[in-house]
């Protein structure tokens, strides 16, 4: 499977042990929304949805993009310094 970068890296501090990770492509973003995004709720379904809709080349990655983030926020990560 080829990654698809989605411009620059995002870095998030996780709300629960303080520790930062580092976004740069859609495939990370998907694994950690389907695996270990620490709560349920209609920003993460919705960022779920644009990322699947942007693999398969349906919405733009920029759009994908900021559905992330406004999950990541309504999950309570903070934006950090780029790695």
């Known amino acids: 499977m080829m990654e ?13 042990d303080g520790e930062a990770e580092r976004f740069g492509t859609i ?7 389907r695996r270990k995004w620490p709560i349920s709720d209609r920003a993460r379904d919705t960022a779920m949805d644009r990322i699947e809709s942007a693999m398969d080349c349906m ?3 920029e759009e994908a993009r900021r559905a992330f983030l406004l999950a990541a926020v309504s999950a309570g990560f903070k934006p950090g310094a780029a790695m």
């Open 4 to 16: 698809i970068q989605w411009g620059q890296p995002l870095v998030l501090i996780s709300p629960q």
């Open 27 to 33: 495939e990370k973003a998907n694994y950690w929304l």
């Open 59 to 61: 919405v733009p990655v």
